[in-house]
């Protein structure tokens, strides 16, 4: 078992009315708001009228909207300039990772010294100074409100990085607000939060058991939950346990003690979306069985994690380990698919014309060759093929 | 599943080593350092020279020794006058959970402006303030590293009771410290840990997916590692496993999302070690089956919870749900007796003597009549005679 560093100061309110803890998680800070969100549907659900009621009179509220699905360095920008113009407190985050990820990076941004936002992204700085951020969260997929890092996209350079940059203060989960979810971004939130916990259940490391069961938990109660969040979409158990798996599934707590990972198939996935502005969980869901088959076949050493997979989260039984490796994985490919998302790139109409140059920038300072398969550039390339 | 405010700051430097997080931890606060322990053992195991060479001249440390297994109201009001009469800027704990309740005691002591300490244990109030609190644990038990209670005990009032104080700012948490660890405080504080997790698992809430799965996994890690650990004091994994699985099983995590127990064997086994000062984690191994087997008998309606204990934490097969639930509990039962603890009341010289007036004090506001099977006097005095 390896050391770990559990340090999350986040205070997470969860639960079905769960805003009524807002007034008070702003007033500690101040009362200039920046409140943040994406398209409009945090308008349609009512959400922000309810905010606004909230808030009345007793805090003076200043608005960024429109962050992108794949939240852009130009809309960090755009945030950090009205925190400096108008002297924000606090920022208020409604929405999913998208929002609160783009919200970090303002909150770190206001503070940042040099003269090229993006330099911030792409260099990593220990125990950042940020602006306060408190979240609503309105769909569970990332666990950024649980966690320190975002990922920004820079279209100029077709790159999309991940950064660690700042907690959240307060994240209010009320999984109500994922009632309106539609059935395609729950299905690809449900797989995002799954591959967050498959990045580091692949590992070496075979003795951490407290963090190793947790994860299988985690998944275990996506594959419970996701199909029943599906077909009702208001049932409240089954969108609190996913909102729940969400903010766990990415905190790093299910990798504690282990051999930390190099999380290949996000590695992967932020190439595709980086070119092709992919939703992040299709993606995912099309890449990871293809990575599972790959690195089995390169190096049949590490089927012994692959039949623990098949048994404690999919509850199959039998003797023969490689038709339990191969059981594990399919049953894990048709749980994505019936969710209906695309399962190949094809469907989404991209073709094989940058897999050299998305191979080599996942792989960027060898880091898919670290980990618990190492793979390298015709490995990347391999694997996107077999998602055609 | 229920709301649940998830808040707990305590940073955790957990592995072989993470006493190199000591010096800095200590530095955010200042540097005039309470150091709080309980017997010889820390003398005796190297660890408190190891402490004095790593914050040599840079601090100057004051000392509170011979803390109690079960810390008395008398040691928090020694601690606090050192704090008073010195200008201590941190307290530093190093023990288990008795030298870690005492400090917390101690912490909120010096803020208290009552006249008496003992009210200040009897009566809650949110968000006392504390002297700040680094502890080095060595004891995998009671989770007192990570969460923000203390149990304290009033010898002249045959009081023992919890109460809610403050988190510790940073829990050092070498598994090594527990390798002198003798074999019946390890079945003791194994048993302690699987209990904190017992007494919010049996729930009447069935949809908790995520914590659910949690709490059986917890069990399920001391089930595989207290047997290691009793034959091999220093195996890592093993120490290492059940460390983790102490400091998350008091942290209210397992039972987020529940219906909130009364916690009765705590609360009935706290009688016997106001009464009888015996280890606390016999006296759950004495009464845990025995409250099992009144509760089921009582009440069947709660069986199913039994049914699930039997199959997902013991692998219990089967469909005669009769059958289940008594072999579920008699695993328990046979599991704790394995580990070499006393497993009835008269192996410990107690008799009925004063199980009445236990009973009355255990179920005090009629605590013990919420929760999952509601019991009144009558059925602890009938626990307690179970256990004779």
Chains 1, 2 share one sequence.
């Not at 990045?199 to 963090?211: I, K, N, P, Q």
Request: some cysteine; aromatic content about 10%.
């Amino acid at each position: 078992m390896n050391n770990y560093v559990h340090d999350i100061p986040t205070k997470i309110c969860f639960g079905k009315g769960s805003i009524s803890y807002l007034k008070q998680s702003l007033q500690q800070f101040g009362n200039r708001v920046l409140m943040t969100y994406g398209g409009g549907s945090v308008k349609k659900s009512g959400l922000y009228d309810e905010i606004l009621k909230i808030l009345n009179d007793e805090f003076e509220i200043f608005e960024l909207s429109g962050i992108e699905p794949n939240p852009r360095i130009s809309s960090v920008i755009k945030g950090v300039e009205i925190c400096k113009e108008n002297d924000i407190d606090v920022i208020l985050a409604v929405g999913g990772g998208s929002t609160i990820d783009c919200s970090k990076a303002i909150a770190c941004g206001v503070y940042y010294e040099g003269d090229d936002l993006w330099d911030m992204i792409t260099h990593y700085e220990k125990d950042r100074k940020a602006l306060p951020l408190i979240d609503i969260l309105t769909l569970s997929a990332t666990g950024s409100e649980y966690d320190n890092s975002a990922v920004i996209s820079n279209p100029d350079t077709n790159e999309k990085i991940g950064a660690v940059l700042t907690f959240p203060s307060v994240s209010i989960c009320d999984p109500t607000y994922t009632f309106s979810v539609s059935k395609y971004q729950t299905a690809s939130g449900s797989i995002d939060i799954m591959s967050h916990i498959m990045e580091g259940y692949f590992s070496v490391t075979d003795d951490s058991d407290l963090y190793d069961g947790i994860a299988e938990t985690v998944l275990k109660s996506v594959i419970k939950n996701m199909p029943i969040a599906l077909e009702q979409p208001d049932n409240y158990s089954a969108r609190a346990n996913l909102m729940a798996d969400a903010s766990i599934a990415c905190s790093g707590i299910p990798e504690y003690g282990k051999e930390v990972g190099s999380w290949p198939c996000h590695a992967m996935e932020h190439e595709l979306s980086a070119y092709y502005d992919i939703t992040h969980g299709v993606g995912l869901a099309i890449l990871t069985p293809r990575w599972m088959r790959h690195i089995v076949e390169k190096d049949p050493s590490c089927k012994w994690r692959f039949v623990r997979f098949a048994r404690n989260v999919w509850g199959l039984e039998g003797n023969d380990e490689d038709e339990l490796v191969k059981a594990g994985i399919d049953a894990l490919e048709d749980f994505f698919r019936k969710s209906g998302v695309p399962m190949s790139l094809s469907e989404l109409n991209i073709d094989e014309t940058n897999f050299k140059a998305m191979a080599a920038h996942a792989n960027r300072n060898g880091k898919l060759e670290r980990g618990f398969v190492p793979i390298r550039e015709e490995d990347i390339e391999a694997i996107y093929t077999a998602c055609l």
